[in-house]
Antibody, heavy 126, light 111 residues
């Protein structure tokens, strides 16, 4: 069955860095776009980043652009989120998600988030 | 750019029908597909509607959705409400910059 397991969360000081991992299994990793979505405590969902199945296109939310980097390792079936220059407002649970569509689709990557991991908590605090 | 607005909360009794709206305040709701996600307390989101009106296997047919082009909005309808439907619901789409966009979420109370 499809599994997405995030790890790497923790407490980091403002200005610090952290790398999140999302280990996947149960599907051909090289065929699916992957996303990161976050949720601050008590708040709604916020889209963070997208990487196409072949990594040829990458997009970021405005609030993280220039600070976060999404990447993927096909040998490990894992997607990463490198987070630099962290701020208090980056405190959130971070989810990875697999995207795919059925039938007629929008552009590649711009697909429903069909499977989600359980999330990993990042706390930015001094 | 696309922004999606949802009511903060809705409530209804078991067995009744409730509709949650998702209005595009800028941009067209029709430009990209709309999805709906359910999030129960302490759990990750799960998809209940994909590509405007598709229902994943395992999601009860009590869940349905539609797009109203005249009001530039999407709607999620849940009929025959059950207490287990109590959750937060989010609409989601993509803007013209290929960025994901979520609505602010609607807390559904089944009382």
């Amino acid at each position: 069955q499809v599994q997405l397991v995030e790890s790497g969360g923790g407490v980091v000081q403002p200005g610090g860095s952290l790398r999140l991992s999302c280990a996947t299994s149960g599907f051909p990793f090289d065929r699916y776009a992957m996303h990161w979505v976050r949720q601050a405590p008590g708040k709604g969902l916020e889209w963070v980043a997208l990487i196409w199945y072949d990594a040829t296109n990458i997009y970021y939310g405005d609030s993280v652009k220039g600070r976060f980097t999404i990447s993927r390792d096909y040998s490990k079936d894992t997607v990463y989120l490198q987070m630099n220059s962290l701020r208090a407002e980056d405190t959130a649970v971070y989810y990875c998600a697999r995207a795919y569509c059925e039938g007629h689709c929008n552009s590649p990557g711009l697909e429903p988030l069909r499977d989600w991991g359980q999330g990993t908590l990042v706390t930015v605090s001094s | 750019n696309l922004m999606l607005t949802q009511p903060h909360s809705v409530s209804e009794s078991p067995g009744k029908t409730v509709t949650i709206s998702c209005t595009a305040n800028s941009g067209s709701i029709a430009s990209k597909y709309v999805q709906w996600y359910q999030q129960r307390p302490g759990s990750a989101p799960t998809i209940v509607i994909y590509q405007d009106d598709g229902r994943p296997s395992g999601v009860p047919d009590r869940f349905s959705a539609s797009i109203d082009f005249s009001s530039n909005s999407a709607s999620l309808t849940i009929s025959g409400l059950k207490t287990e439907d109590e959750a937060d619901y989010y609409c989601q789409s993509y803007n013209s910059n290929n960025q994901g966009v979520f609505g602010g979420g609607t807390k559904l109370t089944v009382l």
